[in-house]
C-alpha cells in the first residue's frame, strides 16, 4: 500500500505542476466550445477568457465554410439543438434589452459580435475583446444557469438591423462549457 500511496503522490505532484504551468494567473475564467454544422460534423473551436480586471476575449476558429463574412453572436441559452437549425440556442444573449448591432444607437445586444471573415479555402478566424460579458458571476455572465451558446451565421451581418443583423440561418452551433 505504501508504494502505490507513493506513486499516487507522485502523480498528483507531477499533474499540479503541469497545470500551474499551463494556466495564466491573470485569467479569472475561462470557457471553450466546440462549434458544430447541422450534421455534427465539428467546424470549428472557440475560447473565451476573462483576466482578472474583467476583460473578456472571444477567439474563434472556424472550418469548411463559405468564403466571404459571417455573423457570430452568443445566444442566451447553453444548447445546439433543434433539427440542424440550432434554435435551442435562443435569441443573441441580450440581458440589458438593447437592440441588435455594434452600430446600432440603440444596441448592442451582449453578445453581438463582428463578423468573422472566412478566406477561399473555408478557413478563418475572430479575436474580439467583448466588454458587455462575463463569464464570472453578475447579471451579464454568460456561464449562468442555462449557459450559453456562440453561433455562426450563413451570411453577413450589417450590424444595425434588430434582431440579428440580416445574417440569415444558423450554420454552426457550440455549447459554451466552463474550463
Known sequence: MRRHSSALLALLALGAAACSESNDPDIAARATAV??????????TASITEDENAKVV??????????????VHLHMTGACDGAGAFS????????FTKEHGLENPDGAHAGDMPNIPVGSSGAGTLTYTNPRVRLTSGANSLLDGDGSAIVVHAGTDDQVTDPQGNSGARIACGVLQAQ
Open 35 to 44: 462549434l458544430r454544422d447541422a450534421a455534427g460534423a465539428q467546424v470549428g
Open 58 to 71: 472571444v477567439s474563434l476558429s472556424v472550418t469548411g465554410m463559405t468564403e466571404g463574412q459571417h455573423g
Open 88 to 95: 435551442s440556442a435562443g435569441a443573441h444573449y441580450n440581458p
